[in-house]
């Protein structure tokens, strides 16, 4: 079995959505645009086949036909019966990149056409998992970002399956290793690099972003195993002026400042500097692109989009899936994305994950993964739970507290007002969960979906007396018992 080469990316991210959402953004949108015009038709035919693996003029006339019968296995198929659809998405360094094929940003898109939303799931490069290449070989056990670079190695890994060879290998191995860990079938997958992501900015002639806190960064590494603007590695004093800096405000940016912006993960800042501040800034960088990519002039980017995606993006998505995904997610405003994350704050812990080098990785705390893929299954829930905000606090009176911590991290993306967990002094918690619900009945489809994800009964103070330490909240008291326990670690604490 070949091993990976001693390269890595330098620059370490556990989710960065905006390298990977603009390319199914502005594909799908260039195939609307220009499919019914002859004037770009060669341009057009020698874009989507390098994208897409290969492409006929019939195809992109079935592309840009809406009224067209969709075949069973499209993605077209799939809106059209108002389906789930799983789209992985992948960001990776590419040539300037000492390690061009290692993922830096992993993340899922669920796309709920029955309800007109979106769920992006974001999947730390560092999580340690089984990447199931051969039947002969067995599993590799490494971080989840070699999947790819193991499907686009055609140099080495012998006894790959046929699946995980040629132009689609690293998305397809990176689709089953990821729906190993989620339990997702994924429908589709598309990579880009970082140069096309800077490239489509560019293209667009930049964005327009909003920074509601500055951002400095003396550890913003360049394109030359070092640091921009006379900067340092992460651990050194940063010299005066070095590095990256933005103040708050709005800007334009060009698609370096972008990507900058984007990737940051050492800012000076420490709202800056968590998950949840680079997750901020993507979202809102993924926002300003599509709106640019959408507006009225974009037909006029044609040339330069196809430019900028045509040698940094990998898919099998067919050109009719493009087209019906532009027209499917035109619709879709901002409010309706829900934004979710997989982190050592909530399922995820940081250790060696049982290996016996020194090794920096992120460890399901449910080593079945079965904790992981519940929480993936429920990340589209019915709309009514999301627009209600209920209040929401969690309760915990055994060991290991960081427990309690986690569950209330996973509930803050589904809309609720999610108060500080608390664990109470009383140590011996009750064996079945129990949710207390102080809204007089206010939050129906919020009650029944907490119900089914923790498995407990939904009682309301006038038939059992909650614990002193359960206050009323107006919402929902979840005092978690050895029942969840138990599956939050999958009984190994």
Known sequence: MARLRARRSRYRLHHRLATSAPAVIVGALLIVMIGGT??????????????????????????????????????????????????????????????PYLTDSIM???????????????????????????????????????????????SGWSG????????????????????????????????????AFRDVVDALGGITVHMDLPLDDCHYPDYKNGYVNHGVGPGYRCPPGAGIHYKAGDYAVTGEQALQIARSRDAEQPEQATDFGRARRQQMIIAEIKKQALGINAIVKAPQLMNALQKNVRTDLTIDDMAALYRWGGRIPDSSILHFALTNDNLLEAGNCGQDYGVYALCPTDGSNKMIQSYVANTLPPPAVTRAHAPLQFFWSGQLPDMVNGV???????????????????????????????????????????SQFFGADIVAPSQSQPPAFVKDNGGFAVYLGHDFGSRWYNNNR
């Open 160 to 195: 790959r399956l046929p699946r995980y060879t040629g132009r689609d290998g690293g998305g397809h191995l990176s689709e089953d290793t990821v729906g190993h860990l989620t339990g997702l079938t994924f429908d589709r997958y598309m990579g880009v690099d970082f140069k």
């Open 108 to 154: 899922v898109a669920r796309l709920d056409t029955a309800t007109n939303r979106v769920a992006l799931i974001s999947i730390p490069r560092d999580l340690w998992v089984g990447i199931q290449y051969s039947n002969v070989n067995g599993t590799y056990n490494q971080k989840i970002n070699a999947a790819f670079e193991v499907g686009m190695d055609e």
């Open 408 to 450: 209330a991290d996973l509930m803050k993306p589904f809309g609720f007002e999610v108060a500080d967990p608390q664990s109470p002094r009383v140590r011996v918690p009750p064996q079945k969960t129990v949710i207390y619900d102080f809204s007089g009945g206010a939050y129906p489809d919020a009650a029944e979906w907490l």
């Open 38 to 99: 002859t004037l770009f038709a060669a341009r057009v035919l020698n874009f989507l086949g390098a994208v897409t693996g290969g492409a006929s003029i019939s195809q992109i006339g079935q592309a840009v036909a809406p009224n067209a019968e969709p075949g069973t296995s499209s993605i077209a198929y799939k809106i059209k019966h108002r389906e789930t659809i799983n789209v992985l998405l992948l960001g990776y360094g590419g040539n300037e990149n000492d390690a």
